[in-house]
């Protein structure tokens, strides 16, 4: 090994060049990194001050009082919004589950080379043709809208979501803790579930707090299937059923039969109307909606971090 | 031959956030030697070695005290070019790590990292590292293929050309052969012999034969009470291996722990 071939080149020039380029390049990061939080700052900001004067505690107790007239709340969005998340949940997370267990069980199979095409596709349609879909399979068949319809929509948003994030996770996990569960003669059922789950499941549970917090968010997929509902109110439904000696089946049937109205929904309707108490409404519900899906999202990716220190990534 | 210090590290410290991996650790590493570090699984060996050319740098919340002198210069001075560090103290990792292009894209990555873009030059020098390394015979004939299509004996000896590519004066090898076979961990051990006709080289391994085969110097480190760190022993390979000074560097090579 000579040692002249670096003699021809001008080494301190080479680190030199290296150490502006280096600065330059560091200050657009930096540049660039303010410029994309700028947009999220913003919106917070000026969602706090339009609709932040507007929230007390009446906003979150009341249905809402008749068109013209002030006070009042949004009691029924906030718990329409509730049901239908708590249906999609209901209705997307065990298959979703089950589907990303398979893609990382046995993923080279065709099937899973499906799954996964036709999950990325389904993440890709767009939320309003989802709401048509399950206009036409759900709301039609019953002749009327409800929470049930409106939570099916959701559940539809939520599941490419879960699949996908739910995979990663699994796939986050070692190989070695599948084999060395597997290598005991253990089934794979319970390989998965007692191994892998238990090693994955904060991360999966961030996925799933994600996709809630974007069902959360949908109006599209609500408007031809949960239609919207002043009088969404399951404490008032409650106390009809109790006084008609109804079973906790049957008022639970009218909780998710009822057509239902949703946080983003509301915010949609209101902001188009020409009264100036609802436009403030609808800044307010703007605001509910910002601080639980942020709350969620902000939770989700605290825990997320939280996971990957805890794999030394 | 004389003896000429090219490295040395006064009172190295190392710390990831609260927690003192490396306590204040002083050895020379002696220019044209092979330095082996020996110790127990934990004691801080590879984080030493990677405190010898910055790498630690990468490593978020990590902070060095002390010291570490190459050529009289402290490479933790501020101002000093990690990109010139770097290019002066080359490492060689545990797994072969060969990028995903040809074997001579792989050999020139460095070279043209400082500028080395003639055709020629650079084929003289792939050469000169390939052979260097002693793969050249066997890659001669496919410099264009992937390194990643190599043997694990044949991709760790890519991975040495390819850091030796940069003529760097010292070269630092974290166990490079613990991933191979016996006979790719031969040829890794005879090549070391060769280099160090050229290079400085620290080598940290958990094998102990390997130690003594290869190595003019050893270290041994063994964690203290708070899990740090810290040098028990530094001598001529001969001699702590065969008249070790301390009890506990005893008790180590003769296999009573670790």
Known sequence: MQKDIFAQVDLPRVYRRRQLVNSVM???T?????????????ITVYVIIKGGHYINLDFFIHLPRPMG??????????????????????????PALLAAFYLVTAPNTPLATAVRFSTDLLAGIPSIVIGLFIYAIVVVTQKHYSALAGGIALSTIMLPVIIRSAEEMLKLVPRELREGALALGSPEWKAALRVMLPAAAEGILTGIMLSIARATGETAPLLFTALG????EIGNMIRQGVRHHQSVLAILGQILDQPADALPLTLWKYAQQPYPERVQQAWAVALVLLLFVLTLNILARFWLSHRRRQLGE | ???????ETKELSVFYKSFQAIHAVSMPMYENKVTAIIGPSGCGKSTFLRALNRMNDLVPGSRVTGEVILDGGNIYDQGKDVVEVRRRVGMVFQRP???????YDNVAFGPRLYGLRKKALLDELVEKSLRGAALWDEVKDKLSQSGMALSGGQQQRLCIAR??????EVILMDEPASALDPVATLRIEELIGTMKQWFTIVIVTHNMQQAARISDYTAFLLMNEERAGELIEFSGTEALFTRPKDKRTEDYITGRFG
Do not use: C, R
Request: charge should be negative; charged fraction near 5%; glycine fraction near 10%.
């Open chain 2, 97 to 103: 790590n060969p990028f995903p292009m040809s074997i």
């Open chain 1, 30 to 42: 930096g540049l660039f990194l303010v410029l994309a939080i700028i947009p999220l700052i913003w």
């Open chain 2, 1 to 7: 031959m004389t003896l000429t210090v090219k490295m």
């Open chain 1, 26 to 28: 560091l200050g657009l």
């Open chain 1, 229 to 232: 509902n002043d009088n969404y």
């Open chain 2, 163 to 168: 850091a030796i590519a940069i003529q760097p």
């Open chain 1, 69 to 94: 007239t002030s006070g009042g709340g949004v009691l029924q969005a906030i718990e329409g919004s509730f049901v239908m998340v708590i249906i999609a949940s209901v209705i997307a997370i065990p």
